[in-house]
């Protein structure tokens, strides 16, 4: 606004993205009962620091939980949750209507959510070892090891996951289930019993001890992937959708109050899954912010007309015609 010769006040900015944000959320809460009707999701958490929160410091961390599809299922839908804890009781209240498998990391907030399959991430797995590496002495890092040996274990089984997305023409899910039950099994038996046999030799608090420590106490998780080829090795898809907040963060900080924090959540849902239909976040937005109030009602047909997917469509018929 300022290159374009207006000067507008950033409380007037902040205040407009707040109205936004109410304007749109029953759009998000559309996209949440789309969402759930899915049986694959990932899920992540971030911190987020909003000052004016009731009853408690300006300096207590708040959090921004993060939902996404899978390819498993339909169009890409990214939503972000604000709250005010990371206790268990929000993923259990907003994945109340979902059942299926849930991509997470080996956070036990995630436990006990009934008719929830948990799927762990073996990049997480992976790190472990690679930081056990990083904590060696310089001149040892480059000898081969036992930190060593575990991280090869990991890379093996994520080599063979890159082979069969590579190909020209990428395996059915049933077809990746059996590929690895072909190519994945031997090596999981290998390293669980090559985990069994370290447990005892290392120092449980060390780096080296907290890596085997992670796998054995994750192992079943880990494994799920081996269940159902719609399954994922990992749980990068939600490391990459929450990223964007993580590197926003950077830049504005904190919040101001809770409402902001609601309207960020609602804003962020809508622009990563612009991008993730393959939209122009800005335009659809525009598109948004134009139909939405002249909606008769906002049922769920009339929410569904707004759906990225539809606008997608619409555009590219649009375009057809005018050819």
């Known amino acids: 606004f300022e290159r374009a010769g207006l000067a507008i006040a950033r409380s007037t900015l902040a205040q407009w993205v707040g109205e936004c944000g109410a304007q749109l959320q029953p759009l998000v809460d ?41 390819d498993a299922d339909g169009p890409p839908i990214v939503l972000y949750d604000y709250q005010t804890g990371r206790g268990g009781e929000y993923p259990r209240t907003f994945l109340s209507g979902f059942r299926g498998y849930l991509h997470v990391d080996g956070y036990a907030g995630y436990e006990g959510m009934t008719h929830i399959t948990l799927a762990g991430c073996f990049a997480h797995a992976r790190r472990e070892f690679h930081d056990a590496i990083q904590a060696l002495p310089k001149d040892k890092r480059q000898v081969i090891g036992k930190a060593h040996q575990g991280l090869a274990f990991c890379n093996r089984l994520f080599e063979i996951e890159r082979k069969m997305t590579r190909r020209e023409t990428p395996p059915t899910p049933e077809e990746r289930r059996i590929e690895r039950e072909q190519d994945n099994r031997p090596i999981l038996d290998e390293f669980h019993t090559w985990l069994g046999a370290m447990q005892p ?101 009339a929410l569904d007309a707004l759906m990225p997917w539809k606008y997608a469509g619409a555009t590219a018929a649009e375009g057809a015609t005018a050819e």
């Open 201 to 301: 030799i290392v120092v449980p608090k060390s780096a080296l001890g907290k890596a085997v420590g992670y796998c054995l106490n994750q192992w079943e998780k880990l494994s799920r992937f081996m269940e159902d080829g719609r399954l994922e090795i990992d749980n990068n898809r939600a490391e990459r959708s929450i990223k964007p907040f993580v590197i926003g963060r950077k830049a504005w900080m904190f919040a101001n109050t809770p409402s902001g924090a609601r309207a960020s959540a609602v804003l962020y849902s809508l622009v990563e899954t612009a991008k993730e239909n393959g939209l122009d976040p800005a335009a659809w937005l525009a598109h948004l912010l134009r139909e939405i109030p002249n909606l008769p009602a906002e049922t769920d047909e």
């Open 30 to 70: 559309a996209l949440v009962a789309e969402m759930l009707k899915n049986t694959v999701l990932h899920a992540d958490e971030t911190t987020v620091q909003v000052l004016r929160e009731p009853g408690r410091e300006a300096q207590t961390k708040s959090f921004m939980w993060l939902y996404r599809s899978a």
